[in-house]
């Protein structure tokens, strides 16, 4: 372009390849009443473009809001984990999280009755972790096979395009294990009002890896330091007549204030001699581990305290995964999480491509060097003429054997181990019952009642039974609010 051009250079409009555009608000015509010339190259890349502006969204989560921060170290845990992120008191890490509600589309209002999602992308020096939780400790079901099913339940009918209550409680119920999420759900922190007052937890059982190579099992839980605050169903429905977007609209104005949230990160940790002697199985995402027993131990805080620049590029673009984990933290063999180690870079490759992890915010921030090459937008000058083979006479890309978990000893015959045959489902849900004081009982019925409008009888007893299991008067409290 020109010297005397007379706009700023910063300001010119160009094509996607940098030519000037010349015109942006006549298309080019034949003749000033005639038909448009293919030629107009400028008007085809303006389409062309955006009619590809939409990905696939999140099969669920697909609603949220993200933004950077950082984790500081409060505590010294080098006694149970090697990962660098923990080494010492004082030490930050940059973070990014995503929270999420699960079951509307991207479009849906955000102060729904949901579980929300927590997912957090920590940047440390060996790599990301990724820890993918939700603000409940709990989950549905214990076994993975269920997933497709329970979005399936939840999301909407086949025929009529609606959600159903119906498909949603006949799916839960038929599940006993289902109640204590169900209960977590139904009771007065069903709706958070924000997403800066809910608690996260990391939900399934990991391990830590000390220097030693030994092994324990591990919870997170994340405690909000805004205190836990929560919409009632009446409030929640006025709230969404004004404002579709409550939690996103609250994260992103209190960040811009300068009203950074904060979370307590803590850590219950069991050793494997415990676990093996535990009555009930530690790897089941269906119980938690009783604070009396397994006390929380303080490790950190984290504070999110600067809104993407473009939401984007790095909140739609965000992809996380349970199976992204660092030296020090690995995995445990819940079965749900076995299949999560799976299913989110698949997903991602579906959503996003192959190489999503070269996108900038899920690009570590330290060097990655594999023989992964090519593949569709590759754009980070895929490894230049590096070896792309293994083995190699050059020590090119050398495999860590230092990084080597100690071995896991296992026992059984394999086969398809049915846990619902000899499973206690009730006794937590009614200890949780039980913890609530009677307002909060009465609130978890009244809650329940409303959310099983229009939903046929036989699901409905079908409930209270398994209420009544956990606890009689959580049963009485429901069927007396269901006018049963
Ligand atoms: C999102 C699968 C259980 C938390 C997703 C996505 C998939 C998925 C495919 C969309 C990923 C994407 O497109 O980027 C599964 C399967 C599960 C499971 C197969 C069980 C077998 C869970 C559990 C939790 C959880 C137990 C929490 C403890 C999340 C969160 C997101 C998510 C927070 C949103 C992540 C984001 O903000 O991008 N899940 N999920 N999921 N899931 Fe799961």
Redesign the pocket.
């Known amino acids: 372009m020109s010297e005397n051009d007379p706009i700023a250079a910063d300001k010119r409009l160009t094509t996607a390849a940098g030519a000037p555009v010349p015109d942006n608000f006549n298309i080019e015509t034949a003749g000033p009443r005639g038909p448009a010339l293919l030629e107009d190259v400028w008007l085809i890349e303006k389409l062309a473009h955006f009619h590809r502006e939409v990905i696939p969204e999140?099969?669920?989560?697909a609603k949220?809001a993200g933004a950077f921060g950082t984790f500081t170290v409060t505590h010294d845990i080098t006694r149970f984990t090697k990962a660098s992120i923990f080494a010492e008191v004082g030490k930050k890490t940059e973070m990014f999280a995503?929270f999420?509600s699960v079951a509307g589309e991207r479009g849906a209002a955000d102060a729904e009755r949901d579980i929300r999602?927590?997912?957090l992308k920590f940047y440390t020096d060996e790599g990301n972790w990724d820890l993918?939780?939700?603000n409940t400790p709990v989950?549905f079901f214990r076994d993975?096979l269920r997933?497709p099913d329970l979005n399936h339940a939840i999301k909407r009918d086949p025929r009529t395009g609606l959600r159903s209550a119906e498909s949603n409680w006949d799916f839960w119920t038929m599940l006993p294990e289902a109640l204590h999420q169900v209960t977590i759900v139904m009771s007065e922190r069903g709706i958070p009002r924000s997403f800066r007052h809910m608690h996260g937890f990391g939900?399934?059982t990991y391990s830590f890896i000390n220097a030693a190579n030994e092994r324990v099992w591990v919870k997170f839980t994340f405690k909000t330091q805004q205190g836990i605050a929560n919409l009632s169903d009446e409030e929640a429905v006025q709230l969404v007549g004004l404002d579709r977007e409550s939690n996103h609209r609250d994260l992103y104005t209190s960040i811009e204030k300068g009203e950074f949230p904060r979370w307590t990160m803590y850590v219950q940790v069991m050793t494997e001699a415990q676990a093996a002697e535990h009555p009930v199985n530690p790897f089941d995402?269906t119980k938690v581990w009783p604070h009396g027993e397994f006390p929380l131990i303080e490790v950190g805080v984290f504070e999110l305290n600067r809104n993407p620049e473009n939401v984007y590029a790095d909140v739609e673009q965000?992809?996380?995964a349970p199976s992204t984990i660092v030296p020090g933290i690995s995995f445990s063999p819940d079965r749900?999480l076995q299949?999560?180690l799976f299913?989110?870079n698949d997903?991602?490759r579906y959503?996003l491509g192959v190489n999503h992890h070269q996108i900038p915010v899920n690009a570590p921030r330290c060097p990655a060097h594999s023989y992964h090459r090519d593949g569709l937008m590759r754009v980070d000058g895929n490894h230049g003429g590096t070896l792309a083979y293994v083995p190699n006479s050059r020590g090119e890309w050398e495999e860590q054997p230092a990084f080597a978990n100690p071995p896991l000893p296992l026992s059984g015959a394999a086969t398809h181990y049915d846990h619902r045959l000899d499973d206690d489902h009730y006794l937590q849900p009614g200890n949780l019952f039980r913890k609530m004081t009677p307002v909060q009982q009465q609130v978890l019925f009244e809650n329940t009642a409303r959310a099983m409008e229009g939903v046929s009888r036989a699901v409905k007893e079908r409930h209270v039974s398994n209420c009544h299991r956990a606890d009689p008067a959580y049963g009485e409290g429901v069927a007396k609010a269901l006018e049963l």
Not at 58 to 61: G, V
């Open positions: 999140r099969r669920m989560h949220g995503r999420s999602g927590f997912a993918v939780g939700n989950f993975p997933f939900s399934h995402l965000a992809s996380f749900m299949a999560r299913a989110y997903a991602a959503r």
